[in-house]
């Protein structure tokens, strides 16, 4: 494919906008956009016909089956496919789609993680189409975005909270909006741009690793003797068969509607990265998804396997997802972009004090949108942010706060004292200072850049979660000045306290320096480490009346929710210690007691022979022998420890347990396993190492 055929295959597999318009009438086709710009429902006259598009479209593009796509708590996607065959009453197939089937959908949720919500003899489970996400082919089967609930109406997915996360926003900022007498904006969205990192290794290597395969990331495995020290690998050549693999995922991309856009070698060897282009949040959750599913099943295709782990390897960088959120309306403005009059900055000034009210207020919140067992390995690693949420603003805006807190000049050459009046406020130039890669929160000139999430992570958390706390400060601010009679000195007021109340939360300084830490907690900002120590805050009082006052989740879902990520967490780290006790036992520790043997038969065949100097077989001898005793000492611990997992425990217990025993019982293993490693003959060495591994594509 070249340039010029871009235009033909974009969206090409997409029920979009532009195919509605052709294939829908004219009142069906606003039906159809009344949906999806204001939530108006459709009708079931107008459902079947758009059914009846979307089937003859779909059979056209290759489909023979159709499935509602959704996110359950699972962290991945699901679906179902049914045939549109069907026969008639001669037994001859004809193709079939109702607009029952469009619309709803009936699935068995027993599987499911649902953190208590259902009975387990409770099955069955909806899927709600999504008219907001357009539906697609892929695999010759027509994908329909849907929600997923319980028989009882709640949430068993991720899709669900966002999807009224956005509703609450929208409804609060234009509230804000119209104060400053903006009555032409009917609607704002929340944006997002997803970049998302991940590894590419060849499959022979892979497939040689029973840690990755089970687990993602390795649970063994010594430093290699060139990692990302120099710095040649970011931004550096990319190799043939990657540029090749690359080509095809943007192509498959291309075809679904997904903006991919930019592509480059990441930091650690084997590590790369791919951004898309920005849109609404719902629809930017919905393409992350697709773009990991891509990103896996291409490289399958071309002999390589693609690792979404937060930390696939020890000693070398992980993969994070840098989440690059804003508001925009739907008049083209960027509300976090400043204006150039004083009215627009003082708008502008609200809308970001609603973020930093927020994210002071709801830090917690903010580091459980991420918390997960695999990204506690790449935190606070000196690659990623801490576990410490603050936010950098850059040095021009900072100074603007800390000018309108004390009532002094912006500006070194004006003498006179800086008043918050509407009609004087300065000119705030966009993004005109540095960025800090440390800061976990950082605004980047019109949009913040949410750097702390992982990986592998759904995205659709850590934007709803974001989506609720600006909403509801919004509301908090709508409150206060509606009711003034003053605007201006209600709006001179309430900025002022807020900037004084939350300053606290404002870091430009190196976020990964242990200094932060002490001054953080001086601070009075919290550091949860762990997910464990994270995630019981979730149904912390405060939390949950933002979610139940928003109306984004309900108690039980809230706690729901907090259950399958504690239930998960030890989950995970219950896999991994099995995957590594039988790995210790059945591939390293056969090695181990092959290189002994091996040096022990060449030491006495010296010995025979005469008197041959063997300090070196005698130390390697000596060190191995150490080592395996340690060693062995080590899995005997982690074995008892996992015999000791009690399975009855709360969820909490056993994630607590998981942290406390299991995953330092683990690490002790591998202490031993590693030093051994860099002692092992090439020849006997149970799996291929990490240089094996980062430098197996090699062309």
Not at 238 to 252: H, L, N
Not at 306 to 317: D, Q
Not at 422 to 449: H, M, W, Y
Not at 578 to 586: N, V
């Amino acid at each position: 494919m070249n340039g010029k055929n871009l235009p033909e295959i974009f969206g090409s597999m997409v029920f979009g906008d532009k195919v509605m318009k052709e294939r829908l009438d004219a009142d069906t086709y606003k039906a159809v956009r009344r949906a999806i710009d204001g939530g108006a429902p459709l009708s079931f006259a107008e459902a079947k016909k758009v059914a009846a598009a979307m089937k003859d479209w779909a059979i056209e593009k290759g489909a023979t089956h159709f499935t509602h796509w959704f996110q359950p708590m699972t962290g991945i996607t699901a679906e179902k496919h049914d045939g549109f065959a069907e026969p008639d009453k001669d037994g001859n197939p004809i193709m079939k789609f109702s607009a029952k089937s469009l619309v709803k959908g009936e699935s068995d949720a027993s599987s499911f993680p649902s953190g208590g919500l259902r009975a387990t003899f409770e099955a069955r489970g909806y899927t709600a189409w999504d008219p907001t996400s357009y539906a697609f082919v892929k695999d010759r089967s027509l994908y329909i975005p849907t929600a997923f609930c319980s028989y009882g109406g709640e949430a068993l997915d991720k899709k669900t909270p966002l999807l009224r996360s956005m509703e609450t926003l929208n409804r609060e900022a234009l509230r804000v909006l119209k104060l400053f007498g903006n009555k032409t904006v009917k609607k704002v969205v929340p944006t997002v741009g997803a970049e998302q990192e991940y590894f590419l290794i060849d499959k022979s290597v892979y497939e040689k690793r029973l840690d990755l395969i089970h687990c993602g990331r390795t649970l063994f495995g010594a430093r290699p003797a060139k990692g990302q020290e120099l710095e040649d690998h970011y931004y550096g050549a990319i190799k043939t068969r990657v540029s090749d693999f690359m080509k095809d995922v943007d192509e498959e991309l291309w075809k679904l509607g997904v903006y991919a856009k930019t592509e480059h070698n990441e930091v650690a060897p084997a590590q790369h990265e791919l951004a898309c282009v920005y849109s609404s949040v719902n629809i930017a959750c919905d393409q992350n998804q697709l773009t990991m599913e891509t990103l896996k099943s291409v490289a399958n295709r071309h002999g390589m396997v693609c690792l979404l782990h937060e930390k696939p390897f020890a000693s070398v960088n992980g993969s994070g997802k840098h989440n690059n959120w804003s508001l925009s309306t739907d008049t083209g403005e960027n509300l976090f972009e400043p204006g150039d009059t004083p009215q627009e900055n003082a708008q502008f000034l609200l809308f970001l004090l609603a973020v930093i009210k927020g994210v002071d207020e709801y830090q917690d919140l903010l580091r459980i949108s991420v918390a997960t067992a695999g990204n506690d390995h790449r935190l606070g690693a000196d690659e990623a942010p801490p576990a410490i949420v603050s936010i950098y603003l850059g040095e021009d805006i900072e100074r603007i706060l800390k000018s309108i807190e004390n009532g002094k000049s912006y500006s070194a050459l004006k003498a006179e004292d800086l008043k918050i009046g509407v009609s004087v406020l300065p000119s705030i130039q966009k993004d005109s200072t540095d960025r800090n890669r440390t800061s976990p929160l950082a605004f980047t000139g019109n949009k913040f850049e949410f750097r702390m999430v992982g990986s592998n992570t759904n995205i659709a958390c850590p934007n709803f979660i974001f989506n609720t706390i600006v909403a509801d400060e919004l509301a908090s601010f709508a409150d206060e000045l509606e009711k003034a009679t003053d605007f201006n000195a209600a709006l001179s007021s309430l900025i002022k306290r807020t900037i004084k109340k939350h300053k606290r939360i404002i870091f430009a300084g190196n976020n990964y320096s242990r200094e932060w830490e002490k001054e953080a907690e001086k601070r009075g900002l919290k550091n949860y480490k762990t997910t464990v120590d994270a995630l019981p805050h979730y149904i912390d009082a405060k939390n949950v009346k933002l979610f139940k006052r928003r109306k984004v989740l309900s108690e039980s879902e809230i706690k729901s929710r907090m259950e399958i990520l504690l239930e998960n967490y030890a989950n995970i780290v219950h896999i991994e210690a099995f995957t590594a006790l039988d790995i210790a036992r059945k591939e390293i520790a056969p090695a181990l007691i092959a290189y002994q043997s091996f040096i022990l038969t060449e030491l006495n065949g010296k010995k025979a022979y005469g008197n041959f100097d063997c300090t070196l077989e005698k130390g390697i001898l000596d060190k191995m022998s150490a080592l395996s005793a340690s060693f062995s000492a080590a899995v005997d611990k982690l074995e008892v420890d996992l015999d000791g997992y009690d399975k009855s425990l709360s969820n909490y217990e056993k994630a607590l347990y998981c942290k406390d025993k299991l995953l330092i019982d683990m690490e002790e293993v591998r202490k031993y396993a590693d030093s051994a490693e860099l002692l092992l003959s090439k020849k006997i060495s149970p799996f291929p190492t990490y240089e094996d591994i980062l430098y197996s594509v090699k062309y």
